[in-house]
């Protein structure tokens, strides 16, 4: 059974409605994150499954028991939020017991607690500083550690990682991660950083305006994007998506003679290629111009005019191409994504060719 489950929620404030007819499940153990831009209805969807937020119809329930308007006590879940949250005035020991102390855990209990929990996020030597003494990453540490002892099935995370610079970011997401699956917690985590749900989520569910674009694995977004907004979201630089017009043996790209990159397309079509499936030869394949190279280090983002549009490849290691260079493009057709230009919906009929080097 799912331990959480959203039946057709939908959340407005008079004429506006911040989330419409969300549905989707969540298994016990599992990592689920809420994903997308500002605004798009994500944080207001956890806050209602915590009870913060007033449901305006639907139905939430938590380890099949209806929760849609249940208080926040009942629904035994914990909170991470994006601010940490912590009392000043109190250390590390005393923030951490904070909640335990407030339902009378028994004192003996709270010391076996919080010894365990301590030495699980590495706090075990920093129990008597404030939090002004501790790093933003310590201060991390000690909001996840007072949402752990609490030792409830499921905690939500609100944007836990957003104040912590890109080093600690990553060292935060390995041990959230880590966390997760050795106590086998239930969390659903909200971001709008694809980096962290693709590196950390069981399950993705991408929101937009409110809706839920795409929901699935993050391979499931990654390979296989149903829409063009989840193309373009997901992945590094995004998925190039380009216009296509009729050509001699099937679609082509639109201002190239050619050659066909798709065959018998219907009109008003979205050809998508990621960046890193684009090969550069001398040549062969599509013609193209050079506009830039953007080196980073491991790799090199490389801009190219292909007829009246513009692609971009994500090439290894250094490339030096000066602008105006012409050059060919080729990739192969498992790689290629087909769009309906009207309303973004993937075309799962198409037949994309591989265009050689």
Not at 259 to 277: D, Q
Request: glycine letters at 8%; aromatic letters at 4%; a neutral charge.
């Amino acid at each position: 059974m799912p331990a959480i489950a959203l039946a057709e929620v939908t959340k407005a404030w008079g004429s506006t409605v911040a989330v419409r007819e969300v549905s989707f499940t969540v298994e016990p153990g599992t990592f689920v994150v809420l994903l997308g831009p500002s605004g798009c209805g994500k944080s207001t969807t956890l806050r209602m499954i915590a009870g913060l937020e007033d449901v305006s119809s639907g139905r939430i329930t938590i380890d099949e028991a209806d929760m849609t308007h249940a208080p926040p006590a009942r629904r035994r879940v914990s909170m991470v939020f994006q601010s940490y949250a912590l009392f000043p005035h109190l250390n590390v020991r005393e923030n951490i017991l904070f909640g335990l102390k407030v339902r009378k855990v028994a004192r003996a209990e709270q010391e076996t607690r919080l010894a365990r929990v301590a030495k699980m996020v590495g706090l075990s030597d920093l129990l008597d500083r404030k939090p002004a003494q501790l790093s933003g990453g310590q201060r991390q540490r000690v909001a996840v550690a007072r949402a752990v002892i609490a030792e409830n099935p499921i905690c939500l995370m609100d944007e836990p990682l957003s104040n912590l610079d890109a080093k600690l970011r990553h060292e935060m997401r390995v041990e959230l991660r880590d966390l997760q699956q050795r106590l086998a917690m239930t969390v659903v985590y909200v971001t709008h950083d694809q980096t962290e749900a693709m590196s950390m989520a069981d399950k993705v569910v991408l929101m937009r305006e409110g809706r839920i674009e795409q929901s699935g694995t993050p391979e499931d977004l990654y390979d296989r994007p149903a829409t063009t907004f989840t193309a373009g979201f997901i992945g590094t630089p995004p998925m190039n998506l380009v216009r296509l017009g009729p050509g001699a043996q099937g679609a082509a790209i639109a201002g190239t003679d050619g050659p066909a990159v798709v065959a018998e397309a219907p009109g008003g079509c979205l050809l998508g290629i990621r960046p890193e499936h684009i090969e550069i030869s001398e040549h062969e394949g599509i013609p193209a111009t050079i506009r830039s190279c953007d080196y980073l280090g491991a790799d090199t983002i490389v801009a190219a005019r292909c007829g009246a549009q513009e692609l971009l490849v994500r090439a290894p290691g250094r490339v030096r191409l000066a602008p105006g260079r012409q050059i060919g493009l080729s990739w192969a057709d498992t790689d290629v994504h087909i769009f309906d230009a009207a309303d973004g919906a993937r075309i799962a009929d198409a037949r994309p060719l591989s265009i050689a080097a």
